[in-house]
């Protein structure tokens, strides 16, 4: 398995991203475990939990459903004590279209800002090697009205007046429940990008152009 030394930062990881694939290594914002002040830092999206023995989760992990984040075996200690923001501009999903297509759609809020979905974090450690991985996952949440009309989730955006909330320590039985909650519709946009998207080896400012629904797929209704 490949390693990788997350306390090593550079400003390469900072370059733009329009692509971001599962299993690379993004930004993160957390709490520092030695000073408790919050730093910029890198991990691997895909979170590891600290039981693994071989360093892998035994399904995907770059998601966690906050409906069962509390209780799952992969997730639970993260979110009791490892808790992160996960910087972006935009994100993307796919409309299904019908049976052989999808629609993928570039979507993000509505004034355009950075802004941050809620994270978890862990780090898993190399029993023979003593190598240290640090890992994250997206939570996601029920869809608002936006989203409903292209997928049946969507991540959770905290707001900027949460995000001290967020990450403060807090007691297990006070954890920041009622932050994991669609994000309000009024304040999202969306728009019809096209399907090279889905390939992570596409990665430049082309991918969030919009298109026209004929340059696509000819069928789909948009937002029924």
């Known amino acids: 398995m490949q390693t990788h ?38 991990m691997r999206w ?12 035994s399904f995907s992990t770059i998601n966690a459903k906050s409906e069962t984040v509390a209780t799952s075996p992969a997730f639970r200690e993260a979110w009791r004590q490892r808790l992160c923001l996960v910087p972006a501009d935009l994100f993307y999903e796919w409309q299904k279209a019908d049976e052989k297509n999808k629609q993928p759609f570039a979507i993000t809020v509505k ?6 979905f809620a994270g978890l ?6 029993t023979a090697t003593g190598d240290k991985l640090r890992t994250f996952t997206i939570l996601t949440t029920d869809p ?44 999202m ?3 019809m990008v096209g399907r090279a998207v889905g390939n992570t080896r596409n990665n430049d400012p082309s ?13 789909l209704p948009l937002f029924e």
């Open 5 to 42: 030394n997350s306390d090593v930062f550079d400003d390469s990881y900072l370059a733009p991203s329009y692509n971001v694939a599962p299993q690379s290594f993004q930004p993160v914002v957390r709490l520092s475990p030695e000073t408790g002040e919050r730093e910029l830092t890198v």
């Open 46 to 57: 895909g979170l590891v939990p600290f039981w693994s023995e071989n360093g892998k989760a």
């Open 111 to 116: 004034d355009d800002t950075m802004f941050a």
């Open 121 to 126: 974090w862990e780090t898993w450690k190399d």
């Open 144 to 187: 608002n009205e936006l989203m409903q009309a292209i997928h049946n989730r969507m991540p959770v955006i905290l707001h900027r007046g949460d995000y001290e909330r967020w990450l403060a320590p807090t007691d297990p039985a006070h954890l920041p429940i009622d932050l994991l909650k669609p994000y309000p519709t009024e304040e």
């Open 189 to 191: 946009k969306a728009w």
């Open 207 to 219: 991918l969030i152009e919009p298109v026209k629904i004929d340059e696509q797929l000819p069928s």
